[in-house]
């Protein structure tokens, strides 16, 4: 389960943080890594806690349920005893809840079912609730599928366009192109990437109108590449370095870089909303606070060592935006398989990755306007929901290729709420709710250890802080430009 949460944090968030450390400075960049991972692993515990808030009631429930059966089969036996019958009930009213709970199950606050975020949110929101949470996970996937969309055609323009004529290995050499430029023959390096898109839509599009699962194979071959590219780039990287061939001379702060820097850094930590697939299967569960804060550090220690040898490793003004086709130069690596293999990783990983999230953004759109009973009419079902889901995140693919906003923006928008506000409110409703249901004197046994409310305030004060300020600082941008 932790290395699975591992492979699932560290993704393509990652290929576009040493573009972003670059542009906001090493020593700013490491304290809001660091801050933010801290933050993360804080809301992490959150829906650790209403996870188990939720295996209670659903158990609660049933209990209730299993009680009230066997009420109605035994009162149907003993209605000539009116008097031992009134004694009983009164018996049962007047007994602490408590004491049910803990005859009848001792560990109620164990994490045994899997209890999806949207059930939580339907569990422990309001009506409004449910619905802001709905809209903030389908707007997180949306941008996720932009970025996705956008990023396999870059690395195959990118490759191609620069494995012909004069451009050979010329990638990643400080040569600034413009998508204007040529590519093969009449063809420019847009038009290019815009084919590619068609491609890459035409192609893994028709995914989105039906069921698609996810294979343990498939996971494993992913998981297997992700690993020996980060690995090999950190390990070039280094080699460089220690040849005294490094360029990077990383300033200390930027503060025009840290709104796309916030983004990524949230994107790049993201793994709230699969929590429940991760968490639930585990067999023992004492230690699983601990654990997970082992793999953020862990994490951490990883993106600093790749960030920062980026840095050191190029120039600032050639660092990319996916930072796998800074090694598709034939002065950082002359052994053309490898330069191939970095240079299209994206594409093999980021394409398996689409289909699962356009189909679990579709079922998304598809639960928001349920309504209890009703079916859709079969050209909604297979039509119109299907295709709400894939052309928006293609058409913003097709007017911008800029991968590092596209990051910050659905990280710093969509990425705060599921990560910051969502599980804030999820921890505060569930610990109303169990108080409610099982009294005061009641302890989860899954409970976060940032317990006390002001912890929950804080982290909702830093979420609207940053809406605020992430805001502010696209208008005066564009206010400059």
């Known amino acids: 389960g932790l290395v699975y949460m591992f492979n699932l944090i560290v993704g393509t968030g990652a290929l576009t943080m040493p ?24 809301t992490t515990t959150f829906v650790v806690e209403a996870m188990a808030a939720a295996n209670a009631q659903l158990r609660w429930k049933r209990m209730e349920k299993r009680k009230d059966d066997e009420d109605e089969d035994s009162s149907s036996g003993v209605s000539d005893s009116d008097v031992l019958l009134q004694d009983g009930y009164e018996r049962a009213e007047t007994r602490p809840i408590l004491s049910v709970q803990r005859r009848g199950s001792p560990n109620i606050f164990e994490i045994t079912e899997r209890v999806e975020m949207g059930q939580m949110a339907s569990m422990f929101f309001n009506k409004v609730g449910v ?51 040529k590519c093969w023959g009449p063809i420019r390096r847009i038009d290019a990437y815009r084919l590619y898109l068609a491609a890459f839509t035409l192609l893994l599009g028709p995914f989105t109108f039906f069921n698609v699962q996810k294979t343990k194979y498939l996971q494993i071959m992913t998981s297997l590449m992700r690993w020996i590219a980060f690995i090999l780039m950190i390990i070039l990287a280094l080699i460089r370095i220690s040849r005294g061939q490094a360029e990077g001379h990383p300033s200390m702060a930027q503060l025009s870089g840290i709104r796309n820097l916030f983004g990524v850094c949230v994107y790049s930590f993201m793994c709230q909303h699969s929590l429940p697939s991760l968490i639930t299967p585990i067999s023992k569960k004492k230690h699983v606070n601990k654990l997970v804060l ?56 980021i394409s398996t990755n689409f289909p699962i999230i356009a189909v679990t953004l579709r079922n998304n759109w598809k639960t928001l306007f349920h309504r209890e009973g009703g079916t859709y009419p079969w050209v909604v079902d297979r039509i119109v929901f299907p295709a709400i889901t894939l052309i928006p995140p ?73 809406f605020v300020f992430v805001t502010a600082n696209i208008v005066l941008s564009e206010s400059k430009l």
């Open 294 to 349: 082992l793999d953020y550090i862990l994490i951490l220690a990883f993106y600093s060592l790749l960030s920062f040898t980026a840095i050191y490793c190029f120039r600032n003004d050639t660092l990319m935006d996916m930072y796998t086709l800074n090694f598709t130069n034939c002065e950082i690596i002359n052994v053309a398989f490898i330069r191939y293999f970095l240079g299209l990783f994206p594409v093999f990983t």
């Open 19 to 42: 573009k972003a450390f670059a542009t906001a400075g090493w020593l700013v960049s490491l304290v809001l890594l660091m801050f933010l991972g801290f933050m993360s692993y804080m």
């Open 131 to 181: 619905n802001l949470f709905y809209f903030c996970i389908i707007i997180y996937l949306y941008g996720d599928l932009a970025i996705y969309a956008a990023a396999v055609p870059v690395s195959l323009m990118q490759v191609t366009c620069s494995a012909t004529g004069n451009h050979s290995c010329s990638v990643g050499d400080g040569t600034k192109y413009n998508d204007t430029d």
């Open 394 to 466: 293609v058409l913003v693919a097709f007017c911008t290729h800029d991968l590092e906003s596209l990051v910050g923006i659905t990280g710093a928008y969509a990425g705060n709420g599921i990560q910051y506000l969502i599980p804030a409110f999820l921890a505060y409703c569930s610990r109303k709710d169990t108080q409610l249901v099982f009294g005061s004197g009641t302890v989860n046994k899954h409970l976060s250890p940032f317990r006390h409310t002001f912890w929950i305030v804080f982290v909702l004060i830093w979420g609207f802080s940053c």
